[in-house]
């Protein structure tokens, strides 16, 4: 049976010659893969550069229960980058963000609200002219509340310390060393309560914006399964410096 979808392209991976395995988060079935074949055919109705990591495409796809591939009957970007794909800071920005979410939804079910967000944080990071350095760093905390682990905003006067493997503020200094001092915590809350629209009115140097990263990636590693090593921010933090 075939059924429409939008979806979110995660990853590709070589299966032959000119056959591709896609993983693509979809809106209607979760995290689903699709085998694509005659992707590298001059005259391929599925072209390879449609399948590049964070891509938001319109799909018709086949799709039977307890399948591991499944099969695309159409697929087409929607909407098409205008900004992405040539802007050096952005398309890096975009491997790093594609790995990050590869490795914190790859077990995901289907979640319109988690799917929305992230179809339309991309959407609106491709849409502003401006180039947005701390879009990276607002995007995994905001995503971080729909992946069911937000941070608790709440603090008292006497609290100097974000615990990042409890979420919250605490007045004594956490023994296990995964913690923020206060004057970087309140950049890390700012960040997630911000609106896309100005999160650049948050003013951070590149060393601190380099270590709000690190303590990013160490809270998702302390709150998602099998997170691991996430390599692509090195680069990222090459291209920002």
């Known amino acids: 049976m075939l059924h429409k979808t939008r979806g979110i392209v995660l990853k590709t991976t070589l299966y032959s010659e000119s056959s591709v395995v ?36 319109d799909m018709v796809v086949y799709h039977k229960t307890n399948t591991s591939i499944q099969r695309v009957s159409e697929l087409r970007p929607s909407p098409i980058f205008n900004s992405i794909p040539y802007d050096v800071i ?12 590869y490795k914190s939804i790859r077990q995901q079910m289907a979640d319109e609200q988690l799917f929305d967000f992230i179809f339309n944080a991309i959407c609106w990071f491709d849409e502003n002219n401006e180039t ?16 069911g682990f937000a941070p608790n905003m709440q603090t008292k006067s006497d609290q100097s310390y974000f ?60 709150h998602t399964a099998s997170f691991g090593d996430i390599r692509s921010h090195q680069v990222l933090e090459e291209v920002l410096s």
Do not use: C, W
């Open 22 to 57: 896609v993983q693509i988060f979809t809106e209607k079935f979760g995290i689903q893969s699709y085998m694509i074949n005659g992707v590298k055919k001059p005259k391929a109705k599925i072209r390879m550069n449609m399948l590049q990591p964070l891509h938001l495409v």
């Open 90 to 101: 952005k398309s890096t920005m975009a491997i790093f963000i594609n790995e990050v979410l």
């Open 132 to 147: 947005n350095v701390n879009f990276h760093l607002a995007f995994l905390l905001k995503l971080s509340r729909h992946l």
């Open 163 to 222: 615990d990042l493997q409890e979420g919250e503020f605490k007045s004594m200094l956490p023994i296990h060393g995964h913690y923020l001092e206060k004057s970087d915590a309140i950049l890390f809350i700012s960040l997630f309560t911000a609106p896309f629209e100005k999160i650049n009115q948050i003013k951070i140097e590149n060393k601190t914006r380099r270590l709000i990263l690190d303590k990013i990636l160490i809270y998702y590693t302390l």
